[in-house]
């Protein structure tokens, strides 16, 4: 494992990076970067594509209303992709609009990002968001290969205290993330309404038929939705459903 690395992003954001090969040293990279372990961990998954302008706008909310400040508040780390787009984005830009101070920790293949400050990165490199503060770089050469590393850090960084899962959207990485953050026996939430993978797991919690994926991770019993577009109740039902879990003593 080498060591820390700081990264200088052109919004004047200076982020800490570490290259981690083993996912067994994930705790010895946690200490490298200074972070304090035995807090509430939130894992944001999913994407934010196949979106109406209104869908979209009412996911925007979702961060900067509920899923930042809650962060904030409770002194989380929040986890997800790490990466310019989608979830990963919009949880960036939430953090900086309420000027928030909690750990925002990208996972993503180093060979599939492009470093800020490097002169030539690969052609289908994706720039990281410049809203995280801190990204772990794992080996692999194809996207879905961070899921189980994702879902291990954010056991590892709450060592004992809550952790959760929030699904948004998504595509087939979708599918993968939710299996191993159930596999790490994490309660998975699902945002229904908002399209593709997270409505086809919806589908499967109702027991219809859809995406044998989604009907596996149905049975886990580890999965339960929240539907944010029928009335303003599913923000609240959502925030007390972070609060209760997150806020929980283990």
Known sequence: MEKPLQLSFENGQIATAIYVQQITDLPQAVAAMGLPMARPSLVVIGGASRMSAADFLQIQRLFREILAPIAENLGAYVLDGGTDAGVMRLMGEARTQIGGKFALVGVAPA???????????????????????????????????????LAQLATVLANGAPSLTILINGGEITFEDAYQNVKAKRLVIVVGGSGRTADMITSALHGEKTDPRATELAKSGMIHYVNLFDSTAGFESLAAIMKSVLSTSK
Request: proline share 15%; with cysteine; net charge negative.
């Open 111 to 149: 060979s599939k990002v492009a470093l800020p400050d490097c002169l030539e990165p690969s052609a289908d490199a994706t720039p990281l968001e410049p809203n995280h503060n801190y990204f772990v770089l794992v080996p692999g050469n194809n996207w879905g290969d961070e899921s189980p590393w």
